[in-house]
């Protein structure tokens, strides 16, 4: 048998084996292949194209110009087109303008189209009555892909990488990846050894990107000094994370079901209590689902997020609101968590409550002598203590938190003064070499508008020197020369 021969029947029979093993198709489906014009999408589309027959398969392709590379990407265009009616198969093909998308949305350029093209497949499918959606990912994409999750600090879920088969966008339609357990040389080879042509994407080089260069630089280097077999270990990896994710959503899942106390349209009701009696980890993973349902996936979800819920769920406050994103909104009315997805912007609903509720207070802190000194604060329920302490005495710093606060008692003018945030507000956030404004604070710790007022300031003459519970100014930090030092706790 000719080399070449040996080859196409080789990733043929691997792309026939992969399709068995999950399930991937059943005499009378109807396939629509999204094709780029690369290597990958190319050869999934001649690997199906021959198996078609015998699987009793009715294909289709669908080409999306993203419009991101001008006449490149009007080109790629055409050559799919004409590769599709060499093969006489119904060609799908839609321009869209993915980097006007992006600044709308507010996503990198990898986000914007990875959405734009999928939503444009699943419309091609569900109007031309395709119930499988085939793409090109390999075994070196989905390597790629769990590095990229590692790097983020991302849970099982996303270290998982991509499942060989999955639900679109309407549940009836179902994604797969053929080529999930081929590697990347291996197309290559296919291609080659049958003369086929395809298309190269230059953005694929650009290693300003970090796919590209865990792609180039990472993956080569880890093979040529740790593992020549990476691409395969972390596809392995990949696939216990992935048999492990599964079976502890099959755990959460009643969890998730006794902790839900109503399910309305947008909105999830989760009961506080149920919630304090389970594992973090847990309660993590029913939070993460709650959001889902009421979001309908978890993009820009961070962990962060799913913390603040957590703390949201957690504090002595009977009430209180988060605001994340794509107008996700959670509310704490006494005993329940309430998780809703809101019509309009959050900024236009923030900036109704703000003109119908003021939080207006100021407190003078005199000078503490050997006694603690205790203030309570009704506007936000609680309490905040300050003593002076010997330099000798003062805890580690590092690990004191960020509700406890050290000053050097020599830089400080009393009576300091403790009160509301204001808009116009600003200080020099410790560590840095520039003031900010304190709102803008606000918003790059994701701290909503609806949670501000939980974090008054205080100052010295005007000076703001702790935005109390998150950060101290630089003026007053405790330096080598302190001796005497005035030691500040937040108590909410």
């Known amino acids: 048998m000719p080399v070449s021969h040996k080859i196409c029947s080789k990733l043929l029979h691997a792309v026939e084996q992969t399709a068995e093993t999950y399930g991937m198709f059943q005499p009378g489906d109807s396939v629509l292949i999204g094709v780029s014009g690369g290597p990958d999408s190319v050869a999934l589309l001649h690997i199906l194209f021959a198996l078609a027959s015998g699987l009793s398969l009715r294909l289709g392709v669908a080409h999306l110009n993203h419009s991101l590379r001008q006449k490149d990407s ?88 991509m499942p060989p088969v999955r639900d679109s966008q309407n549940t009836y339609i179902k994604i797969v990846r053929p080529l999930i357990r081929s590697t990347r040389y291996e197309i290559i080879d296919f291609l080659t050894s049958k003369g086929l042509k395809y298309v190269l994407d230059s953005s694929n080089k650009d290693v300003r990107y970090l796919r590209n260069r865990i792609r180039h630089h990472l993956i080569p280097f880890l093979e040529t000094s740790y593992n020549p077999r990476i691409i395969e270990t972390l596809n392995r990896f990949a696939s216990i994370a992935r048999c492990e994710e599964k079976w502890i959503e099959d755990i959460i899942n009643p969890l998730f079901e006794k902790s839900v106390s109503a399910i309305q349209n947008d909105k999830i009701v989760l009961s506080v209590p149920m919630l ?62 309430i998780f809703s997805r809101e019509n309009k912007a959050l900024r236009e609903l923030n900036e109704k409550s703000d003109k119908t509720k003021t939080l207006d207070f100021e407190y003078k802190i005199l000078r503490p002598g050997k006694n603690i000194e205790s203030i309570f604060v009704k506007e936000i329920n609680a309490h905040l203590k300050f003593c002076a302490i010997d330099i000798k005495d003062m805890p580690d710093i590092y690990r004191a938190g960020h509700q406890i606060a050290f000053f050097d008692i020599v830089d400080l003018n009393f009576p300091l003064i403790l009160r509301n945030f204001r808009q116009d507000d600003r200080f020099k956030p410790l560590g840095m070499s520039g003031t900010q404004k304190v709102k803008k604070y606000f918003i790059n710790n994701k701290i909503s508008g609806s949670e501000r007022s939980r974090f008054p300031v205080l100052l010295s003459r005007d000076r703001i020197i702790w935005v109390v519970g998150l950060r101290i100014d630089d003026f007053a930090r405790v330096k080598p020369s302190t001796r005497n030092v005035l030691k500040a706790e937040f108590l909410n």
């Open 276 to 337: 304090d009696e389970i594992h973090i980890a847990a309660k993590r993973r029913v939070i993460r689902k709650a959001l889902a349902k009421a979001k309908g996936n978890l993009r820009r979800i961070t962990f962060s997020h799913i913390d603040s819920v957590i703390r949201l769920s957690e504090s002595r406050k009977a009430h209180g609101c988060l605001d994340l994103p794509d107008r996700i909104r959670v509310k704490r009315n006494d005993d329940i968590l």
């Open 74 to 161: 009007d080109n790629d265009a055409e050559f799919v087109e004409s590769l599709a009616e060499k093969l006489d198969l119904p060609c799908y093909i839609s321009k869209k303008d993915v980097r006007k998308y992006q600044l709308e949305n507010k996503l990198s350029p990898e986000e914007a189209a990875r959405c734009v093209r999928y939503a444009f497949y699943n419309s091609v499918a569900i109007k031309n009555r395709f119930n499988k959606i085939a793409l090109g990912h390999n075994e070196n994409d989905n390597a790629e892909l769990v590095l990229m999750y590692l790097f983020r600090g991302s849970g099982l879920s996303g270290i998982s990488g």
